[in-house]
């Protein structure tokens, strides 16, 4: 899979990309489903090279946006947890930026279980609680207004025990630096000058893995 320029897109594409490369689990032949699709940026760029993906996105304004912006993809609608496919039926699901946000996440592992065939995948990024929870309480200049949408923050240590508890065993996390251009804009953008001096002292790449700002880890499926 190539790189390619993520300035003007929605969300770290440049990190996620390295991620799913890392994986060496995303080929032509693989039945790939993304949860949560946005504005159908990662969407586009695996379905126009011909690979074998669908997706999902509860968000009718970034659905619209993603027709304006690419034509016609294989995106859908979901309402809740549900995933709209048979069981069995995919051998990889991805999801960025995407876990944080569901209330249930039982349900949503649950269903990711089912809908993935014996031995298949997930692969996910979402952002580590112990980090996310300071930054959005800055961004946001309240204490509390940020668990209304980040309702499903995980540490490292609650994230692996909620998938193991749901179906999901050999849990690896990926040492993927996310200090893009794209996460200094953010930084920029909601810390100002501030967030930047943060960053030339400490690098989140450099951190322990339990204090990463964003975990990217691989689950494999497993099935009575």
Not at 17 to 26: A, P, S, V
Not at 58 to 71: A, L
Not at 83 to 103: C, G, M, R, T
């Amino acid at each position: 899979m190539e790189n390619f320029d993520n300035r003007k897109e929605f969300g770290n594409l440049e990190a996620n990309i390295r991620f799913l490369n890392e994986t060496g689990l995303i080929e032509k032949k693989t039945k790939i489903l993304e949860i949560g699709s946005g504005n159908g940026s990662l969407l586009n760029y695996f379905y126009k090279r011909d690979y074998d993906i669908r997706g999902l996105e509860v968000n009718n304004s970034r659905i619209e946006e993603s027709k304006k912006q690419y034509g016609k993809l294989p995106l859908e609608k979901v309402d809740n947890e549900v995933l709209p496919f048979a069981d069995n039926l995919f051998d990889v699901v991805i999801s960025f930026d995407v876990f944080e946000h569901i209330p249930d996440s039982d349900k949503h592992l649950q269903e990711v279980s089912r809908v993935l065939k014996n031995q298949g995948f997930y692969l996910i990024q979402t952002p580590n609680k112990l980090t996310n929870v300071i930054f959005e309480t800055i961004r946001r200049r309240s204490f509390t207004k940020w668990q209304s949408d980040h309702c499903s923050l995980h540490s490292y240590w609650s994230i692996i025990r909620r998938f193991n508890n749901n179906n999901f065993e050999e849990i690896k996390f990926y040492d993927i630096p996310v200090v893009t251009d794209f996460f200094k804009m953010k930084v920029k953008r909601y810390m100002g000058d501030l967030g930047v001096l943060m960053l030339g002292l400490v690098n989140p790449d450099k951190l322990p893995q339990f204090l990463r700002t964003n975990f990217y880890l691989k689950a494999r499926n497993k099935k009575n």
